[in-house]
């Protein structure tokens, strides 16, 4: 996502901006807690991590990563003009992850996994609840908490996905073509977390946004740790 935007610069709105950000860090803090018991990423962590494991991860993120950009997409086209800013950022990142599922699915293949399986599959339970919310609350007027969701999933993807992917092959031994798709997102998505910042700095955010960020944010992180629980249901 890029925009081009002035930071503020006055006391009250860095005052307010700085407490913006402690509220997301605290959203964030509660998120890492939720993943240490999510049971497929305890296993990663302790080295008893399987490929059946990895499979059922990639086919369960599969489901809801189609839906990434058509709700990025949904949420660019009830923006009006006066959040044109938000908009024309929105229509960008779009089109930067409309592909990203084609990434995961050679990577589910790389591991021996069905093409036709994985496209034929259905989303579970937290990915159902997740992708709800998402295309719901894109379809509000100037959904600016949408924001509160970016930050939460752009955050995994720029601080976690990469870390998955190296500890996935160092346990099970697989070559960077069976991980692409973690790798890439540390990368593509630590770029779309410095936007991010960009916009929430930029004075654009008054106390009402800030509240609907924060709670986004709150919701999706909930519901994202639901979807890694909820494997296969």
């Known amino acids: 996502m890029t925009i081009d935007t ?6 009250v709105n860095s005052a307010d901006v700085a407490t913006l950000f402690e509220r997301l860090g605290e959203v964030w803090a509660e998120l890492e807690e939720q993943l240490e018991r999510v049971p497929v990423l305890s296993r990663l962590d302790d080295g ?32 009006d003009i006066d959040h044109f800013e938000l908009r024309a950022a929105a229509i960008k990142h779009a089109e930067e992850e409309h592909r990203d599922y084609l990434m995961l699915e050679r990577d589910y293949v790389a591991i021996g996994g069905s093409l036709e399986e994985l496209r034929a599959g259905r989303k579970n339970i937290g990915s159902e609840a997740l992708s709800g919310y998402m295309f719901h609350y894109a379809d509000q007027p100037n959904p600016v908490g949408l924001l509160g969701a970016m930050f939460i999933i752009e955050g995994l993807g720029a601080k976690r996905a990469a870390g998955w992917a190296g500890r996935f092959q160092e346990v099970l031994g697989l070559a960077d073509s069976q991980v692409h798709f973690m790798q890439y997102h540390q990368e593509a998505d630590g770029a779309h977390t410095g936007d991010l910042e960009a916009i929430l700095t930029s004075g654009l955010i008054d106390d009402v946004a800030a509240d609907e960020i924060v709670r986004c944010a709150q919701v999706v992180a909930r519901l994202y740790a639901l979807q890694l629980e909820e494997l296969d249901r």
Do not use: E, K
């Open 48 to 79: 008893t991590v399987t490929i059946d494991d990895y499979r059922r991860l990639l086919f369960n993120l599969r489901q809801q990563v189609v839906d990434g950009s058509p709700w990025i997409s949904r949420a660019a086209s009830n923006f």
């Open 6 to 11: 002035t930071p503020a610069t006055d006391d």
